[in-house]
């Protein structure tokens, strides 16, 4: 059965050429079994327009974790959200909307970032999977993550202060001897500040201040400078969790590529600009002479 006649549409008027042709074929039916119709890719039809079973894989594929039996729902509501988007955008079509300026720039702008993104991905692509030898030096240059590896208990405070008090509230932090001194020394200079505690483990952590956090002692505390003032960290408690390098070397050799493929993109984007002709317009050029756009860094594991 065909897809028009599933969703209740009538068929054309056939013409006599279709006829001959359904002729010939029911004549030869008796000599013959009717070959096998391939199965439609057409899962739906919003007015003139066929949604594909394409249309839904994809959307599948960005849900990440779906479980076997979650598919068949999945499937489903995917293809209800393709109705709607399609609704929407036949309607849109309809009073011109597509036409709007600022619906053509994010458009163009959604373009751009999609094939650039791609060529990326391409490039990248030509990163090589990490030897045993470079994840063993990868586990055993940052015990910190690993061989010695603490889970850490924190208290912090987010200080909203100007650079003129920024000097008395570090002295505070770091005199106090125990830290609801220093909650009291921020109430008592109506200074605005968030507390949190949090517990902690290393892969949470910036990983160019873990080495500070693994040589802390319980008591404490760790000052960042931040736009707006100042980031206090105590640290509370601290237990060992080691782990070993047989349990984590898959983490360790996705982190090893990733790293490699911001190398290898930054290298290919270094040599683009080298042989490109870019002339910046008043008011640029200085902003970012010599910084390139970089590629996302590769995440700690």
């Known amino acids: 059965m065909n897809v028009d006649r599933q969703l209740g549409k009538h068929p054309a008027t056939p013409s006599l050429a279709a006829c001959v042709i359904v002729l010939s074929a029911l004549s030869l039916a008796a000599c013959s079994k009717p070959a096998e119709k391939p199965a439609s890719q057409v899962v739906a039809k919003v007015n003139k327009q066929e949604l594909t079973v394409h249309q839904i894989n994809y959307l599948l594929e960005q849900q990440r974790g779906l479980r076997p039996e979650q598919t068949e729902t999945a499937r489903k509501q995917a293809l209800e959200r393709l109705i709607d988007q399609e609704l929407a955008l036949q309607k849109a079509a309809e009073i011109e909307l597509d036409r709007d300026p600022r619906v053509m720039q994010q458009t163009e702008a959604a373009r751009r970032e999609v094939i650039a993104r791609a060529y990326f991905e391409r490039v990248g692509d ?22 010695e590896r603490r889970v850490y208990q924190f208290q912090e405070w987010f200080v909203e202060v100007g650079a003129e008090q920024a000097d008395a509230v570090r002295a505070k932090a770091q005199s106090s001897k125990v830290m609801s001194e220093f909650t009291d020394f921020l109430r008592a200079r109506n200074l605005r500040f968030e507390f949190n505690q949090a517990i902690r483990t290393p892969e949470q952590l910036p990983l160019n201040s873990l080495a500070g956090f693994a040589k802390m002692n319980e008591g404490e505390i760790m000052i960042h400078s931040k736009p707006t003032g100042l980031q206090v960290i105590a640290l ?36 683009l600009r080298a042989a490109a002709a870019i002339r910046y317009g008043s008011g640029f050029g200085d902003a970012v002479d010599g910084a390139a756009s970089q590629p996302a860094a590769a995440k700690q594991p």
């Open 126 to 147: 030509g990163a090589g999977k990490p030897t045993d030898a470079q994840v063993q030096k990868y586990y055993a240059d940052n015990p910190a993550l690993f061989a």
């Open 236 to 271: 509370v408690s601290a237990h060992r969790e080691p782990v070993e390098l047989a349990k984590v070397k898959p983490v360790i050799e996705q982190f090893l590529m990733n790293e490699q493929k911001a190398r290898i993109i930054n290298d290919d984007l270094k040599a």
